[in-house]
């Protein structure tokens, strides 16, 4: 009763489409859907008079005519966006995630996934004549390593209910957020702070809270674009520090 063991099989797709923003005949252009199939093998489990729960899984996915879009130039040197299917490629991974109670009110958690991608075959007019993509090349926001820890405590307040601060703590290998994965707009590993705070009466019909969130204020690149022809390096940043509250029935 606290040991379940599961295997999974699922494909699904992304349809096709034509190219969005055509600076010229030539690139109004179709690309085909992309196809997934992927694998699962997991554990989900409880321990120690279920004080402990442990849950793993492993995946791998095969990923077939993959859709990418490129910033690039024409002959003319104008700048231009291209949406057209890559190649293929394959994805392995495992994740784990464990929460902890060890004494009443007091509850620890702690995740962590590993993301392996590589091409293994590109389309023709994906090879190296315009240096775009390599079978090195890596998918857009996809780090290798992510990792998560939490900790919260129930505190009693008597007959005035309870108050419970948590603490967030995210960890991120880093990623590129282009195709060609051009290394000057890339995201670095990076470590994001949230904390919470909560009271909730005895009653427990509703609760009053206050969060902040990416606390120490870290500049995560949520996107980015670089023009081949002028060498422009343009980003967008993820929310930075905020700060708010609310009320839950």
Do not use: C, H
């Amino acid at each position: 009763p606290d040991l379940m063991a599961y295997a999974s099989y699922a494909w699904g797709f992304k349809a096709g489409g034509i190219t969005g923003r055509p600076a010229s005949a030539d690139l109004f252009k179709a690309f085909d859907p992309e196809w997934l199939i992927t694998y699962e093998l997991g554990v989900k489990s409880e321990w120690l008079d279920r004080k402990l729960r442990l849950n793993l899984a492993a995946f791998y996915s095969s990923y077939t005519d993959i859709q990418i879009t490129r910033n690039t130039t024409n002959a003319q040197g104008m700048f231009i966006r291209v949406e057209q299917n890559a190649g293929n490629g394959d994805i392995k991974g495992f994740e784990a995630e464990a929460a902890f109670a060890p004494v009443r009110g007091l509850t620890l958690g702690a995740g962590m996934g590993v993301t392996a991608f590589a091409f293994t075959s590109l389309l023709p007019q994906q090879g190296a004549a315009n240096m775009l993509l390599t079978l090195d090349s890596k998918l857009p926001f996809t780090p290798k390593l992510t990792a998560t820890a939490t900790a919260s405590y129930r505190i009693p307040l008597a007959d005035a209910g309870y108050l419970t601060p948590r603490v967030d703590v995210d960890y991120s290998s880093g990623y590129f957020v282009d195709i060609p994965n051009t290394q000057a707009i890339a995201q670095g590993k990076y470590v994001l702070l949230n904390a919470r705070l909560t009271y909730m009466p005895r009653s427990t019909t509703w609760e009053g809270y206050v969060s902040v969130t990416n606390l120490t204020n870290e500049a995560v690149i949520g996107s980015g674009v670089y023009g081949p022809a002028n060498g422009s390096q343009i980003v967008s940043y993820r929310p930075p520090r905020m700060i708010f509250g609310g009320v839950r029935f």
